[in-house]
Nanobody, 116 residues
Framework: QVQLVESGGGLVQSGDSLRLSCVAS????????MRWVRQAPGKGSEWLSS????????YYSTSAKGRFTVSRDNAKNTLYLQMNSLKPEDTAVYYC?????????RGQGTQVTVSS
């Protein structure tokens, strides 16, 4: 079955960097577009970035553009999100997500907390 396992979150200070990872299994990773979303306490999901299956097309939300970089390693079935210049408003649970059989699938998420 589809499995997405995020890691790399933590407690950091404003201005710090983090690199999130998402290891995928249960589907053909190299043929699947991927995305990162996040959910802050009491808020809905916010799309951050998408990357196509080949990794040569990348898209970012306004809040992510210029600070976050999405990448993937199809040989390792792994998706990444490099996050720089983190701000307290980036505090959220971060998920990698796919659309599989018409539904959105995500992992358990990884918590990112940015202190001021």
């Amino acid at each position: 079955q589809v499995q997405l396992v995020e890691s790399g979150g933590g407690l950091v200070q404003s201005g710090d960097s983090l690199r999130l990872s998402c290891v995928a299994s249960g589907f053909t990773f190299g043929n699947t577009d991927m995305r990162w979303v996040r959910q802050a306490p009491g808020k809905g999901s916010e799309w951050l970035s998408s990357i196509n299956s080949d990794g040569d097309k990348k898209y970012y939300s306004t809040s992510a553009k210029g600070r976050f970089t999405v990448s993937r390693d199809n040989a390792k079935n792994t998706l990444y999100l490099q996050m720089n210049s983190l701000k307290p408003e980036d505090t959220a649970v971060y998920y990698c997500e796919i659309t599989y059989s018409g539904t959105s699938r995500r992992g358990q998420g990884t918590q990112v907390t940015v202190s001021s």
